[in-house]
């Protein structure tokens, strides 16, 4: 059978310092890329020790994925020390509680800036390199909250991660037939940022209003990845795939 997905394998993993995007550099290196993460937090490179302790290449880059000439010279300096850029998994993305009508309008900016101009600052930046070589993949990494909307505390979040999902629809159309875009969509998971407004047992007590009875592990996010960048997904772009059993079904 002829192989769809004849891309670099070289991946850039934004916000790869910690959760689901270490989890995703991790599971990445396992199948044979090599790694490189962007992350302003120095955790990064420990993650980057793991991966070359994996066998494979690494490099991280303290990046802030809102500054585009940042974002640029990190762009640079991946094609130089570990090639072209055949995988870009958009991850990076903040999330400060406050209430709509509270919100300072520099925090929604900073937040728009980070979890969706920061993906479309990273793929401007590594698609030319993809289209050159004719094939390559980009997954973004958004949330249930871009599909349903905040209850409290999050617009501008929902707002930058329903962004992304029509940014990937936009992307999968105007970079086909080379560059399948798509997007992940995990749900309630076990990471820094839901703990930042609960506790451990109250996190875990979720679980029982999810379908699958459970909440996420970081650990599921990075299959989901590892599916769409796989060549069993190589007929598929511009969709929206949700890892968070069942809460929310498309």
């Known amino acids: 059978m002829r192989q769809e997905n004849q891309h670099n394998k070289v991946a850039v993993v934004t916000g790869g310092s910690k959760g689901i995007g270490r989890a995703i550099a991790l599971a990445l290196a396992q199948r044979n890329y090599d790694i490189a ?6 955790a990064g490179r420990d993650v980057a020790l793991e991966v070359t302790a994996m066998g494979r290449r690494a490099l991280f880059l303290p ?5 585009e000439a940042a974002v640029k010279h990190a762009a640079e ?21 406050a209430s709509a009508i509270d919100m300072p309008f520099a925090l929604w900016q900073k937040v728009l800036a980070i979890n969706l101009g920061g993906a479309f600052l990273c793929s401007q930046a590594f698609a030319p390199g993809m289209l050159k070589d004719g094939a390559g993949l980009i997954i973004n990494i958004a949330s249930g909250r871009g599909i349903q909307g905040a209850a409290r505390n999050g617009a501008h979040y929902a707002a930058s991660k329903g ?3 029509a940014l990937t629809r936009s992307l999968a159309q105007e970079w086909a037939p080379h560059i399948r ?3 992940l969509v995990p749900g309630v998971t076990h990471t820094d940022q839901p ?20 909440i996420g592990q970081p650990e599921d996010v990075a299959r989901g990845v590892c599916l769409l960048a796989s060549d069993d997904a190589s007929y598929i772009t511009g969709q ?8 929310v079904m498309l």
């Open 63 to 67: 990046v802030d994925v809102s500054d």
């Open 240 to 247: 929206s795939l949700c890892v968070n059993g069942g809460a």
């Open 163 to 165: 962004g992304l999902i």
């Open 77 to 97: 300096m991946v094609a130089a020390q570990l090639g072209t850029c055949g995988l870009l998994v958009n991850n990076a993305g903040i999330f400060p509680r």
């Open 37 to 42: 993460i962007f992350d302003p937090l120095e």
């Open 181 to 183: 875009v798509n997007t």
């Open 195 to 214: 703990l930042a407004e609960t506790n451990i047992d109250e996190l875990y007590a979720r679980g029982s209003r999810i379908p699958l009875g459970r």
